[in-house]
Each structure stands twice: as C-alpha cells, then as structure tokens.
C-alpha cells in the first residue's frame, strides 16, 4: 500500500528552491524570527541570536538575495525587515502536500461510498 | 450517502523519521481493508487521474509481494513495490514500500484500522529507514531543514503577518 510515496511524487513537483534553500539553515530561520518583531539593525540581531557579526552578516546576504529580508540605511547604520510575500512559495508547497494527501484519501472515501451504494441498491 | 469528510485527514510530524496521518471513513472496517488490500479496489481508487495501472499485484500475506505500476500523460512509469511484514486482517497492515524513482530509500508502513459507530479511523504511519529518506517526502532539492522545522516557521512567520492584514 504505498500510498505516500505516490502522493510525495505529486507534491515534489511544484518545489522551487530558492526560498526553501534560503530557510534550511536554521541560523536563518532564527534571524527571520528575530526580525517579526520588527525592522532591526545588524547589532541588535547580533546581540539577539548570540551570532558572531559575521556569522550574521553572511546569512542576511543570502537572505536578501532570495528576497526574504530587505534593508534600507538610516544614518550609518543599516535596517533589516523582514518580507514576507518571498514566503508564499513555502507556504503553496505545504497546502499542495496537504492537498495532495487528501486527494488521496478522498478517492478512497468517494470509492467507498459508491461501493455501499451499490451495496444498497442491490 | 454522501461524504462529508472531504479534506479532513490530519498530518502530523511526530518525530524526523515519521508522517502520521489519520481519517476517518464513514464505513465498516472490513470494506476498507478490502479496499486497500484487493488489487480490483486499488485500481479503483490508486490513479488520480483515472489512468489504467500497468500492474496491481497485491500477494497478500506475510512475506508477499505487491507491485504497482502507474503510466502517467507523458508516458513516465512510476513503479512502487514493498513486502507486507504483518497481516491482521482487518485491523492491521504493516509492509515495506519501494519507490523506484527513489533508489535507496525504503520506508517501513503501518496502517491500523479501528471501527466505532460504523466509522472506520485509519491510521496510518510512516517510518523511514533513515532521514535521508524521509528527505525524499518532505525536503526539497539540497534542503537541509527538516518539514516540522519548515511547518513550524512557516506558521509563526504567516500568522503574524495574517494578523496584520
């Protein structure tokens, strides 16, 4: 009964990687949670995570990259928002696996009524 | 009858190697372990789209082999097959599966079933050999976090922006 590598096969065709790449580094994931709070300078991430400056810096590149986080400059020292729109492909991916299991067992259950139908009418 | 059920199943994450997923059928438990045991139910319901099954083998006792076969539009094979481990019908089933686009990862299922009311709850649980294969399911291509990680997140960073409109 190999029903969730089939359904797994379904889901895996809508990956895109950029975002997902982006958020596999758990250091990553602990600077964009740091960020709901609010917009945040370099220091305070630093200061929040216990990272080392360039641990941090690192990370806010490639997330910037991805578009995960954006920055502006005020004075000298630079902010770091968070931007949540670049998260929307994780997000489609987690419904479509969601879907994709009970489309599957949907199947199975709309199978099953037709059988007892049958069963009824007989 | 109607079913009123439609998109209900559960997903649960419950440790790195497993997915848990539960529903519930409004059926008598002996049917729908016929329904996943008996090669003329499963051609039945196994095809999303209504495409034929190359194969449906099911030799269904301990140390039997199923195979399945599905050809999707475009002509790829996509090929499953495990050994069954356990047969208690019809409450229990626990078996080996194979995805041949997979090589190397084999997952270990086991799918309970229990009536009450005339309501059949499956359970059904997935245990991968090892992470790396339950990376197949739930990681993407290099990925290193793991699905509950990237749920977890996923919910934390949605909500608050939810919130916020």
Not at chain 2, 61 to 86: I, K, N, P, Q, W
Request: charge should be negative.
């Amino acid at each position: 009964m190999p029903i969730s590598a089939y359904i797994a096969a379904v889901a895996r065709s809508a990956t895109t990687s950029d975002s997902f790449n982006a958020i596999a580094e758990q250091k990553r994931r602990a600077i964009l949670t740091a960020l709901i709070a609010g917009e945040k300078p370099v220091g305070a991430i630093v200061s929040d995570l216990a990272l080392s400056q360039s641990q941090v810096s690192k990370h806010l590149r490639v997330l910037s990259e991805v578009g995960l986080v954006r920055s502006r400059a005020e004075g000298r020292s630079r902010l770091y928002r968070l931007e949540p729109a670049q998260l929307q492909p994780l997000s489609d991916w987690l419904a479509m696996f969601e879907k994709a299991v009970n489309g599957r067992l949907d199947r199975v259950d709309d199978y099953l009524q037709e059988l007892q139908e049958q069963g009824e009418t007989k | 009858m109607t079913t009123t059920r439609r998109g209900t199943a559960v997903i649960e994450f419950p440790s790195d190697l497993e997915i848990l997923i539960t529903r519930e059928f409004e059926a008598p438990i002996q049917l729908v372990f016929d329904v996943f045991t008996k090669p003329e139910h499963v051609r039945k319901h196994f095809p999303p789209f209504g495409e034929e099954m190359a194969e449906c083998s099911i030799d269904l006792r301990v140390g039997g082999d199923y195979h399945y076969v599905m050809v999707t539009d475009d002509g790829t094979a996509m090929s499953f097959r495990g050994t069954f481990m356990e047969i208690e019908p019809p409450t229990r089933i626990v078996d080996t599966w194979i995805f041949d686009g997979w090589p190397g990862t084999e997952a270990v299922e086991t799918v309970e079933l229990h009536e009450s009311d005339g309501v059949t709850k499956m359970t059904w649980r997935l245990t991968f050999r090892d992470q790396a294969g339950r990376d197949h399911m739930t990681k993407f291509d290099g990925i290193e976090a793991s699905f509950d990680n990237v749920e977890d997140y996923l919910r934390t960073l949605l909500e608050p922006e939810a919130r916020h409109g």
